[in-house]
């Protein structure tokens, strides 16, 4: 007979934790979201490092900010947008490239990047003989490949020469041409074992076998220089009318005139390099700095550029016109130096290192790292049996995990407790059938999926935990997830609204269009001239009312086409520094002597300050009607959903004395005494029934929580 009886059954505490009331760090909850304390702060932190540099605010403005930064999250989800897949993905997407930086062994990182910046000090010249070996060749194809370029190597150590038989052994295409010389190159501009093979081999030497993605190289080292460094440059330059390839040799000729003459004048005249590049230069991102450009290295820079550059020798040399593709340049040299500080460099070196190919020595580092921190064990002998899946069937496709491989039961490893079965690795091996030969051996076949495979899970298994791990992560992630949010819904409600309704803008713009008004203007011309006699001979003909400014031009220009430039256009304060040093009341300035140019201004109108038309100011109408929307949608939100602040954690916060939430009181615990179910039942009518509640029977800790036991 079953006799069925309840009874309390309460639960020894081990840790003296449990019996203290959890601190609330608790400093928002807007709906049922709470935000803690240290995760608003964390986010105050990083932005106000960055938004103090604009608009320094408080901790109460940034909390108001935020408040409406969630409330507006809130809204999107409320409506289901963060379960639309489009969402997912794109989450999902930028989870993908936030976790690499958590991915890689950041140690092993910072030693690429440090030998890459050794290495760039130098530059090395050599010359290679390729046979090529894909990287899943077969083993036949592998030893075949690798043992005519050890031949060629003896061949080479014996005597023969090197340039002879890259023509005729290299199956590198060039090489027929170049004899296999690769010219000048640094760290990062071959893969990673060739430029290992090419810095660590001395001037004069062959190198050792090199295997690569490409197959088996040797390499002769003919020489290693200091590397070019960096050199600063200020330029003139002509444009060609038309992009590169796409210019008639009389275009080119043309160009070549102008920049021949500007040439002159520098050179044999004596001009002010910078103000002739502020007067004539069609490169306008810089003209007006005298034609500066920023320090630049090797591969910055066009190549017939680059090399008259830093074929320059003292700062102030000047080129003769350098042709490239994009037009004629007079180039002259400011400074030089060698290559900047690592640290100055580490930020682009990083980039760098990150596309190469040696940065999946990071990974392997790493994946090295965790199988020892996770007791990586795996089991060779449940490997081996996986050869006989790799059947007919298999190489045809059609073989079907599901249904065929239930007895694929053992573990093949174990990972931090986990298990992944023969079941596991079967799956990854059926995705792999397409790239696999069905002619190689069992064993390497497997264990070349294997290896991979055994990779990939263990940074997979990295990858799940990184939010439990590393809280900066979390964050990042919760940023992410809710930025994106807000962004898909506040281009609904707020940007792509204030476009779209054009009603609601023309509205707007009436009730505030005398926020949008011209400044006084004035339509004007002004006349750049070459000389002062042709300045007089100019305004000599405006003064007699000769309007027709392209024809004086022509004129003008006939033997030069630097002597006259016109420059039209609606002005304001400021817009233009000629047109701001004449009076607006006069038709025609006097003479402005500018260094080497002559310059005076044709005032063709005065146009008073007006309203702005809605066409004049669209940009500026619509933002700000973007913001009165969006302060519109906020008073909406704030009306509809609920918003709690903890007062006392927002003083603590602001004091700086957060550190009294880690003060945490412990309730006195009952000592009781005699049956233990009185006790019990006594305990529960002190105190309640839960497992945070506890009372002390002789010497030891009980919780008052109720559990079911089901005794025979």
């Not at 894909?134 to 075949?144: G, I, Q």
């Not at 090797?298 to 680059?306: A, I």
């Not at 059938?433 to 990779?455: F, G, T």
């Not at 957060?658 to 002190?686: M, R, S, W």
Request: aromatic letters at 10%; proline letters at 2%.
């Amino acid at each position: 007979m079953i006799k069925r009886t309840i009874l309390a059954f309460a639960t020894v505490l081990f840790a003296f934790s449990a019996m203290a009331q959890q601190s609330n760090r608790t400093l928002l909850t807007v709906a049922d979201e709470e935000v803690s304390v240290d995760d608003f702060l964390s986010i105050y932190n990083k932005n106000r490092s960055i938004g103090d540099q604009i608009d320094p605010k408080s901790l109460d403005e940034y909390l108001d900010l935020f408040i409406n930064f969630k409330l507006k999250v809130k809204d999107a989800e409320a409506l289901g947008m963060d379960t639309i897949p489009s969402f997912i993905k794109e989450l999902a997407g930028y989870r993908t490239q936030l976790a690499k930086p958590y991915l890689v062994d950041k140690e092993a990182g910072e030693d690429l990047i440090k030998e890459a910046y050794d290495r760039l000090q130098y530059e090395v010249r050599a010359s290679h003989i390729l046979i090529q070996a894909a990287e899943n060749a077969s083993p036949a194809d592998t030893l075949k490949a690798y043992r005519k370029i050890s031949n060629l190597r003896k061949e080479i150590l014996a005597g023969a020469d090197f340039a002879t038989l890259a023509k005729k052994n290299s199956e590198d295409p060039s090489a027929a041409d170049n004899a296999g010389d690769l010219g000048y190159f640094s760290a990062l501009y071959m893969v990673y074992p060739f430029e290992n093979a090419a810095y660590s081999t001395a001037v004069g030497e062959v190198s050792e076998i090199i295997r690569t993605r490409f197959g088996y190289h040797i390499m002769n080292v003919v020489d290693k220089r200091v590397s070019r460094g960096e050199v600063q440059s200020a330029h003139i330059m002509v444009m060609f009318p038309n992009k590169s390839g796409e210019n008639s040799t009389e275009e080119i000729a043309k160009a070549k005139l102008k920049i021949d003459e500007i040439y002159q004048k520098v050179v044999a005249e004596g001009a002010d390099f910078a103000e002739m590049a502020k007067q004539y230069s069609d490169d306008k991102n810089n003209a007006n700095k005298g034609g500066e450009l920023p320090w630049f290295g090797t591969n910055r820079m066009v190549e017939s550029f680059e090399d008259a550059a830093f074929s320059l020798e003292n700062s102030g040399d000047i080129s003769a016109p350098v042709e490239t593709p994009f037009g004629w340049h007079i180039i002259k040299l400011l400074d030089k130096k060698g290559l900047t500080s690592y640290d100055e460099m580490k930020a682009d070196l990083t980039k760098r290192v990150e596309k190469d190919s040696r940065s999946q020595r990071k990974r392997n580092s790493l994946i090295n790292k965790l199988k020892e921190s996770y007791n990586f064990k795996e089991y060779a002998a449940a490997k081996k049996q996986m050869e006989s899946v790799l059947t007919d069937e298999f190489f045809a496709m059609e073989w079907n995990v599901e249904e065929d491989a239930n007895h694929l039961t053992k573990t093949l490893f174990v990972l931090n407790g986990e298990k992944y079965s023969q079941k596991d690795f079967a799956r990854y091996l059926a995705r792999s059938a397409k790239r696999l030969k069905k002619e190689e051996h069992p064993s390497v076949v497997i264990n070349s999926v294997y290896s991979k495979w055994v990779d990939d899970q263990v940074i997979a298994y990295e990858d799940s935990r990184l939010e439990e791990k590393y809280n900066d992560f979390r964050l990042l992630m919760q940023e992410y997830h809710d930025g994106i949010l807000l962004y898909e819904l506040t281009d609904d409600k707020v940007w792509n609204k204030a476009v779209k309704d054009t009603t609601g803008l023309k509205e707007f713009y009436e009730l505030n269009k005398n926020n949008y008004m011209w400044d006084a203007r004035v339509d004007a011309h002004v006349f750049n001239c070459a000389t002062e006699k042709i300045a007089k001979k100019v305004r000599k003909k405006v003064l007699k009312g000769c309007r027709d400014f392209e024809k004086i031009q022509a004129k003008m220009n006939k033997k030069s086409p630097l002597n006259l430039d016109i420059k039209e256009g609606r002005f304001l304060s400021g817009d233009n520094a000629t047109v701001d040093q004449v009076s607006w009341t006069e038709p025609v300035s006097e003479l402005i002597f500018d260094k080497d140019n002559v310059k005076f201004v044709f005032i063709a109108k005065q146009i008073e300050p007006q309203v702005k038309l809605l066409s004049e100011a669209k940009g500026k109408i619509t933002s700000d009607y973007q913001d009165y929307l969006e302060k519109e949608w906020i008073e909406n939100l704030r009306a509809k959903i609920t918003v709690e602040v903890n007062d006392y954690v927002l003083g603590l916060a602001k004091t700086g004395n957060l550190a009294e939430l880690d003060i945490v009181e412990v309730p006195e615990v009952p000592v009781l005494k005699g049956h233990f179910e009185k006790a019990y039942a006594q305990a529960v009518e002190i105190l309640g029934s839960s497992k945070d509640l506890v009372f002390d029977w002789y010497g030891n800790l009980f919780t008052t929580e109720f559990k079911l036991i089901i005794a025979q």
